[in-house]
């Protein structure tokens, strides 16, 4: 009983400072923030917050872990399955979706200069799920290079499409969004998985 309670309250604190982290990129962009922002926002000592986190990068991971978690778990149901198992980039909805509900984060930081960082793990991040479809298990060095250059492509056009959309402020819903980037991208997928055969 007693760990659960300490799980809870570790939880709760890690919550505090993914949010405050949050709200302050939309403040002040990611670069501009310092841990001292984040602790006085979400009312954390400097000792808790080293307990759980490195740095303010390490904070940075952690929050897009979790909305890594969400799109694998949104894929798997979409798929009825394991990530990958049967619906081309079964992520790319919930993403998109997660994208329109937080417009005024992503506004904030995508196509920033004081965005990079953020840009930079967001597209690490797609990258990864990506590769998790077209996989890279048994295979020579240039069939990983091959894949991981798909998976760079695809992260890539995604990040064009969401700075697109917010920064002319498309009047598109989530699912319009993705209905159209599907169109355009499961053929070249689809291209490249024939070509492997």
């Known amino acids: 009983m007693e760990k659960e309670k300490i799980d809870k309250r570790v939880e709760r604190t890690r919550q505090a400072l993914q949010a405050a ?9 990611y670069e501009r923030l310092s841990v001292q922002q984040i602790l006085d926002r ?4 400097r000792a808790t917050f080293y307990l759980h986190f490195g ?9 897009l872990e979790r909305l890594r978690e969400h799109l694998a778990q949104e894929w798997n149901s979409a798929a009825g399955g394991p990530a990958g198992s049967s619906v081309s980039l079964g992520f790319s909805l919930s993403f998109f979706q997660h994208v329109d509900s937080h417009g005024k984060l992503y506004r ?7 965005g990079a960082i953020v ?12 590769l998790r479809e077209v996989g890279l298990r048994d295979r020579s060095a240039q069939a990983r290079a091959k894949a991981d250059l798909t998976a760079q492509y695809v992260a890539g056009a995604i990040m064009a499409v969401v700075t697109w959309w917010l920064d002319r402020n498309i009047k598109l819903s989530a699912e319009e969004i993705d209905s159209t980037f599907r169109q355009m991208t499961l053929p070249a997928l689809e291209a490249i998985r024939r070509s492997r055969a």
């Open 21 to 29: 982290l949050l709200e302050l990129m939309v403040e002040c962009g």
């Open 42 to 45: 979400a009312g954390v000592g």
């Open 55 to 63: 740095s303010k990068e390490d904070l940075l991971r952690s929050s």
């Open 108 to 114: 904030a930081i995508l196509g920033r200069e004081s």
């Open 119 to 130: 840009d930079k793990q967001l597209r690490r991040l797609l990258v990864d799920l990506v």
